[in-house]
């Protein structure tokens, strides 16, 4: 299976907001630890400033970056995830021209 770069980024519920404030822990360490846990490639880790409050950045599949989104959206410390996954636009166009080659639209029957 190819493994894409996977973007995941969010906010913090208040619960997740107090813990960050009032603890030292080291947030970078723990993201990387949770994406070794399921074989993921570990890239960045950042706390943004804006509408989101985190960016995490890594490489795996969908399988792998859709469980890593459930199991921290358990713990209840965030108010939105969005799992975005990165591809390739040369991809994508081959994969038009083939449609386009041999797809009858309902209207063309």
């Known amino acids: 299976m190819t493994m894409a ?4 980024i969010g906010t913090f519920s208040e619960k997740g907001v107090r813990g960050l404030m009032t603890n030292d822990l080291d947030r970078e360490a723990i993201v990387k630890k949770t994406c070794e846990a399921v074989g993921v490639k570990f890239v960045s ?7 989101f409050d985190f960016m995490a950045v890594a ?3 969908a399988e792998q970056g ?9 713990s209840g410390d965030f108010e939105q995830i969005h799992l975005c996954t990165s591809i390739s636009l040369d991809a994508v166009r081959s994969n038009v021209k083939k449609i386009m080659g041999t797809y009858t639209p309902p209207s063309g029957s």
Do not use: C, T
Request: charged share 15%; hydrophobic share 50%.
């Open 5 to 8: 770069r996977m973007i995941m």
């Open 66 to 74: 859709v469980a890593m989104k459930g199991a921290v959206s358990l």
């Open 59 to 61: 490489e795996g599949n």
């Open 45 to 51: 880790f950042d706390i943004l400033q804006g509408p």
